[in-house]
């Protein structure tokens, strides 16, 4: 299988708003004032269709199969900075639409590059698409002149703290999203 990873485009909506929910499990109720799937998924392409918020197409890029055209993962990022105003813009939306839950947690310092969203398709797992993400990650983070790059894992998900560790992530601090305990990963990058 051979790939490329290219920035996402407005057409991937309802390809990529499954891989998002599956990357940020209940976060996706958080940050879409919904509680069930249908509304969850319309919602994540409603806000990936925009250029104001977290999951925007703007801050994703697809890993794409050369032959198929199939969307083969998903990667999110942008500048821990930027991420305050993207979720105020984000709390205002959610404010508008009179959800439930408005509140987001913070989820990177101001001075990294944050990898916000990270899925590679099930068919797709264990041929090194994740790790092309997480690479083509720093290349962007470089490109946007950072030296931090870093990311939130679920305490419980040690396969993947594994699979960051070798990629030279090291727990900095604990985190906590949606009051659940995350490990706080950071890789210095030149």
């Given at each position: ?152 894992v679920e305490t419980q998900k040690v396969k993947a703290r594994k699979l960051y560790e070798r990629l030279g992530y090291a727990v900095t ?8 305990p995350f490990f706080h990963m950071v890789k210095t990058i030149i």
């Amino acid at each position: 299988m051979t790939f490329y990873i290219r920035q996402a485009i407005l057409e991937d909506a309802p390809k990529t708003a499954p891989l998002i929910f599956e990357a940020i499990g209940d976060i996706a109720i958080r940050l879409t004032g919904e509680t069930e799937l249908p509304q969850i998924l319309t919602c994540l392409e409603v806000l990936f269709r925009r250029t104001d918020n977290r999951i925007s197409y703007f801050h994703t890029y697809v890993a794409e199969d050369e032959v198929t055209k199939a969307i083969l993962g998903i990667l999110i990022v942008y500048d821990g900075e930027e991420g305050a105003k993207l979720d105020a813009n984000l709390q205002r939306w959610l404010e508008q639409k009179n959800a439930p839950i408005t509140s987001i947690d913070v989820e990177a310092n101001h001075d990294e590059f944050y990898v916000d969203t990270l899925c590679v398709h099930k068919n797709a797992r264990g041929q090194g698409v994740g790790t092309a993400l997480l690479h083509f990650a720093e290349e962007v983070a470089l490109s946007n002149n950072f030296t931090k790059i870093a990311l939130n894992v679920e305490t419980q998900k040690v396969k993947a703290r594994k699979l960051y560790e070798r990629l030279g992530y090291a727990v900095t601090e604990p985190w906590t999203i949606i009051d659940e305990p995350f490990f706080h990963m950071v890789k210095t990058i030149i």
